[in-house]
């Protein structure tokens, strides 16, 4: 991406996760200068638990900018040296820590959060993966201009882009990273050019996206066909939908809803006859829904297309096999 003439503003960059470290990316192709970067200390991470960096401050440190790792802003001593920095703005995306108002009032033009939703739905830390879990047919980016409340600041660029029946929460993440770089990008311009207009959101469609966890993941077979599968792609790569097969952890990767029912009540959670390239699951509360499932990852194993385990007969996925079932000791 050139760099564009005009105003260039020294910006304060705040961000953890691979999504941040995109906005951090087009950032370095504008015509502005990041100055100094912001990140959550370095995490135990791998079979190995080394402690390894964050993205974003891998990508500071290619680009030899000063990198600051503070447990906390509330400190006098971090907030004299984020002032030291002198930054006309601060882009905050995915940091990880909250900021006190001395924060937010220190650079001279406010601080600028991406923000992976349109809001004001989806406040919150997982709006990316709850979009798709509710199915809702389009997400975006909100540039806004931060406050103290959590995610409630006014909004300066919105962009959107559609959801559809199978995108995942790896397809959406990637998808808005890039689109979160750009509109930050345009909205600095416009910022640095005195030209962008504010407006508060609005108090209706507030929603919250809670955090992802991993119990949360596991599959209820009782609930309809088309819930299941949004669930399976939203927490697609992480934390990934799974069922118990003997009592062991199966995990979903990739699912859709039959568009017919089965025709008969089953007992949800039922493995019924496959098809060419997908397993079939009985679900809904009298399980006449079907669940076609064309990725999965068995025990012990690797995500493999339903398909080939299909054409290898794999004998613990025959008809009549009952998914989410505990171990025979523990029943």
């Not at 993205?55 to 600051?68: F, G, I, M, R, S």
């Amino acid at each position: 991406m050139p760099h564009r003439e005009g105003q260039s503003l020294r910006i304060v960059f705040a961000g953890t996760p691979d999504f941040a470290a995109e906005s951090l990316k087009a950032l370095l192709a504008s015509r502005h200068r990041v100055v100094g970067v912001y990140t959550q200390p370095d995490r135990p991470a791998g079979r190995g638990r080394k402690l390894t960096p964050s993205p974003v401050k891998t990508l500071a440190l290619e680009h030899d900018l000063p990198v600051e790792q503070p447990l906390s802003l509330k400190h006098e001593d971090a907030q004299r040296r984020l002032a030291d920095f002198a930054a006309d703005v601060m882009v905050v995306v995915a940091y990880g820590l909250l900021l006190p108002q001395a924060v937010l009032d220190t650079p001279r033009l406010g601080c600028l959060n991406v923000h992976a939703s349109l809001l004001p739905r989806w406040r919150g830390a997982a709006p990316i993966q709850r979009a798709i879990e509710a199915g809702d047919s389009e997400s975006g980016i909100t540039l806004m201009q931060m406050d103290a409340g959590l995610d409630t600041g006014d909004m300066l660029l919105i962009e959107r882009t559609p959801i559809d029946a199978t995108t995942t929460g790896g397809d959406l993440h990637d998808r808005l990273a890039e689109l979160g770089g750009r509109t930050l990008v345009e909205g600095v311009d416009a910022l640095a050019e005195g030209g962008l207009s504010v407006t508060p959101q609005p108090a209706s469609g507030v929603t919250y996206a809670n955090k992802l966890s991993k119990p949360e993941a596991e599959l209820d077979f009782r609930q309809p066909a088309a819930a299941l599968s949004r669930r399976i792609r939203a927490f697609n790569p992480w934390p990934v939908a799974w069922t118990r097969l003997d009592g062991e952890p199966l995990r979903l990767w990739f699912a859709t809803p039959e568009t017919e029912a089965s025709g008969k009540d089953t007992v949800p959670g039922t493995l019924l006859e496959p098809d060419a390239g997908a397993i079939r699951i009985a679900c809904g509360d009298d399980g006449r829904d079907v669940l076609r499932v064309t990725q999965l990852q068995m025990p012990g194993g690797k995500p493999l297309a339903a398909r080939d385990l299909l054409n290898a007969n794999h004998p613990r996925l025959s008809p009549g096999q009952r998914l989410g079932q505990p171990k025979e000791a523990d029943r």
